[in-house]
């Protein structure tokens, strides 16, 4: 159970920190990038079935980056898209 918790964050830093790059310029912090990895993941993990889309990564911790890489660009995107809209 503790290694299982640790590897998601492992992973959600890892993605969190792709996304935050790619999205923002920058990183969120460790913590933040952790938060936006993990809730990416769940978003794509929801999301992709949902809209019939399937990667065939071969599963593992790289398939796993990149899923949660995915959610988390598109959770970026639409954070800063109801920002503009607030503004």
């Known amino acids: 159970m503790l290694t299982a918790i640790i590897i998601a964050c492992v992973i959600g830093a890892i993605a969190g920190w792709l996304a935050g790059l790619l999205v923002q310029g920058t990183g969120f912090g ?25 990667l065939t990564l071969g599963g593992g911790v790289l398939g796993a980056i990149i899923l949660a890489f995915i959610g988390a660009v598109i959770l970026l995107v639409i954070v800063r898209l109801f920002k503009q809209i607030a503004a």
């Open 30 to 54: 460790l913590v933040g990038d952790i938060v936006v990895g993990i809730l990416g993941a769940l978003l794509a993990g929801f999301l992709f079935p949902v809209l019939g889309i399937t």
